[in-house]
């Protein structure tokens, strides 16, 4: 079965700190699609980036960046200098390569609160 | 591009009644999947239609049923309402040509009393 767990429930950092966001999955297929979301208080959810299971590069887009380590099947994600526009809930989310977005399998998500 | 559109935003039923919710996605979006997002949680599969046809569904019961239209709008209907369907229901559509692009709408909140 597929699983997908963010510990951190909330993270409270002060503007222009950094702030990284754990996710760690489970699944037992070789082939496999990582995603993240941001859900903004107007509810939608916003894509920010898709990575799938051969490519291990470390991808960096602006302020954002993210780590896929599937040795420790954690695939984390690093705002650098946050800014207020970041506060949102943030969602790890796991796609079988068969069914390809058919079946995003969702983490509880972590409310990131940027003050100040 | 307009994006997804779901209506109504807001609503509240009353346990054992029914309701539908829809969705309005962009031109040449065959691909439509619904997620049911309680309080606090990550959203939830409930199932999704392609070309009109349901091809894959999570773990939901039959009284979660769903339509797709040929201009590219869908529905959700949940039967016999239960307090715990009270969730933001979230539409999500992906273009006939993207390899991954799905593209969410801002949901329904969906109130059972």
């Known amino acids: 079965a597929q699983k997908v767990t963010q510990a951190q429930t909330e993270i409270s950092v002060v503007e222009k700190e950094d702030v990284t966001l754990d996710c760690v999955y489970e699944?037992?297929?070789?082939?496999?699609?990582l995603f993240w979301y941001k859900q903004p208080p107007s509810g939608e959810l916003v894509f920010l980036i898709r990575?799938?299971?051969?490519?291990?590069q470390n991808e960096i887009s602006g302020r954002y960046s993210w780590n896929f380590q599937k040795s420790t099947s954690s695939f984390n994600f690093t705002i650098t200098a946050s800014q207020v526009v970041d506060s949102a809930v943030y969602f790890c989310?796991?796609?079988?390569?068969?069914?390809?977005?058919?079946?995003?399998?969702f983490g509880p998500g972590t409310r990131l609160s940027v003050l100040p | 591009e307009t994006g997804v559109t779901q209506s109504p935003t807001h609503l509240i039923k009353t346990r054992g009644q029914q309701v539908t919710l829809r969705c309005s996605s962009q031109?040449?979006?065959?691909?439509v999947s619904w997620y049911q997002q309680a309080l606090g949680q990550g959203p939830q599969f409930i199932f999704q239609?392609?070309?009109?046809?349901?091809?894959g569904r999570g773990n939901f019961p039959p009284r979660f049923s769903g339509l797709q239209f040929p201009n590219y709008s869908s529905e959700l209907n949940v039967n016999a309402l239960e307090l715990d369907d009270s969730a933001l229901y979230l539409c999500?559509?992906?273009?006939?040509?993207?390899?991954?692009?799905?593209?969410f709408g801002s949901g329904t909140r969906l109130t059972v009393v």
């Open positions: 239609y392609y070309r009109e046809e349901e091809n």
């Open positions: 989310a796991l796609s079988e390569a068969g069914n390809y977005g058919q079946n995003f399998v």
């Open positions: 699944t037992r297929d070789t082939t496999y699609y």
């Open positions: 031109s040449g979006h065959n691909t």
């Open positions: 990575r799938n299971s051969f490519d291990e």
């Open positions: 999500a559509s992906r273009h006939r040509d993207s390899n991954y692009g799905y593209t």
